[in-house]
């Protein structure tokens, strides 16, 4: 047998930032059939879990059906969870930073390892950014295309339909025993990831917590509908929606303030945000990245007071945790990311949110542009067209997308290495 081709070498010069779309070209072309293979299967499980919770949600015993579909939709999360992981995975054999690894005689580690570390990060990350309304969605539209018949006949004899209601009409009781099921595990599998047993157990852990909230989405809602109607009948809330009405009459500069606040905050957030949070999983794939707070003020004035804290009184630590719980589950892992990439320059940041928002832009005036091309004047012709180039696009934008992320992590890596300094804080 011939001998292996040799692996692209570790890069001798400091890489430069804006060398960051040629080498994620590179990464993409180089992994371009393993990109594509994971992508499609990915999109075959997903379709597939569509399908059947639009099929398990009718016929009897419908309490136990819909706790079925709530599982569907955890596994729908999952698989999208083990394809990403997968395709940045696969990505792994063509940095210039695994390449020196391997050199200091640094053995690559297996798939599953590398997912059961993602995977408990991965369900935090995408729970606290709401990815997963998207699956949701897709979810209820499945459903209301394949029954898109029973809808018709219902409302033509004016009889309620239960197509699209496969993921709220779950009874609140039967959701807050599950929730209170699914809670239990995932405290179990928190404390196995915590002492570092066994395998997979990082993966329970994302399925547990997906499932919990999940599970508990028709209680919570039910809770926080009696909430609310409670807590609007209050005179102090009455009261000060009042003086908030007041004050944005009165104060006419700060109306303008928040609508500019409104318009601009979602931008920041797909441009910044979102490609900060999987820049976040791509390290960790990589595997050199930690979520602490004290990786991400290590040399500050604010280490002391985060050690403080963590000798602090246990109510107090809980207290804290507490009321900062949302905020660090959302912000900490993307400012973390965000220091080590600021490691090799402001530059690479906004040349990788540059190019992530070029992909997507892109992408949307491509598919224009082939539709126009295409100029079909059946507007049904598109139920069997638009499947395809859906397919086509998401192909694209993904496959670049994850490589931009490799791409981006290589470089700081890259640099950080050949500067004496390490890219990894575990």
């Not at 890489?15 to 293979?37: Q, T, W």
């Not at 197509?163 to 928190?190: H, I, P």
Request: proline share 4%.
């Amino acid at each position: 047998m011939a001998p292996p081709l040799p692996g692209p070498t570790p890069a001798q010069r400091l890489p430069s930032p804006y060398s960051l779309p040629l080498h994620a070209l590179r990464l993409a072309g180089k992994c371009a059939l393993p990109l594509i293979l994971w992508f499609a299967a990915g999109e075959l499980v997903r379709f597939v879990l569509l399908y059947g919770a639009t099929e398990v949600a009718y016929g009897d015993f419908r309490q136990v059906r819909l706790v079925a579909v709530m599982t569907l939709l955890t596994l729908i999360v999952l698989a999208a969870m083990t394809v990403i992981t997968g395709m940045l995975y696969t990505l792994r054999s063509a940095l210039w930073e695994i390449r020196a690894r391997a050199g200091e005689g640094v053995e690559d580690e297996r798939f599953f390892r590398a997912l059961d570390r993602v995977a408990p990060t991965f369900a935090v990350l995408y729970l606290a950014w709401g990815f997963q309304t998207e699956d949701a969605r897709d979810v209820y539209q499945m459903d209301m295309f394949h029954h898109a018949s029973d809808v018709l006949e219902s409302s033509w004899f004016g009889e309620e339909s239960q197509v699209g209601r496969g993921l709220v009409d779950l009874d609140w009781r039967v959701s807050l025993g599950a929730m209170a099921v699914m809670f239990g595990l995932k405290m179990l599998f928190a404390k196995f990831v915590e002492k570092g047993k066994g395998r997979f157990y990082g993966f329970g852990a994302a399925f547990s917590e997906f499932a919990f909230v999940f599970y508990g989405l028709n209680a919570t809602v039910a809770v926080a509908d009696a909430r609310s109607e409670w807590m609007e009948q209050r005179s102090v809330i009455v009261g000060s929606e009042d003086v908030w009405t007041e004050v944005q009459k009165d104060v006419p500069v700060w109306k303008t303030i928040t609508e500019a606040v409104g318009d601009l905050w979602p931008l920041f957030i797909d441009a910044v945000a979102v490609p900060l949070a999987w820049l976040t999983v791509a390290m960790l794939v990589f595997g050199a990245y930690s979520d602490e707070t004290r990786a991400l003020v290590k040399g500050t004035r604010l280490e002391k007071g985060v050690e403080r804290l963590e000798s602090s009184h246990d109510l107090t630590q809980k207290s804290f945790n507490q009321v900062t719980g949302g905020f660090r589950d959302r912000w900490l892992p993307l400012a973390n990311s965000l220091r080590m990439i600021f490691k090799s320059g402001a530059p690479l940041f906004g040349m990788m949110c540059l190019c992530y928002v070029t992909i997507a832009v892109a992408a949307q005036y491509a598919d224009r542009a082939v539709r126009t091309l295409i100029g079909t004047r059946q507007e049904w012709t598109w139920t069997y067209l638009g499947p395809p180039m859906s397919f086509v696009r998401e192909l694209i934008v993904t496959v670049l997308t994850m490589a931009l992320l490799a791409a981006t992590y290589d470089i700081a890596a890259t640099r950080a290495r050949l500067k004496g300094e390490s890219l990894n804080d575990v």
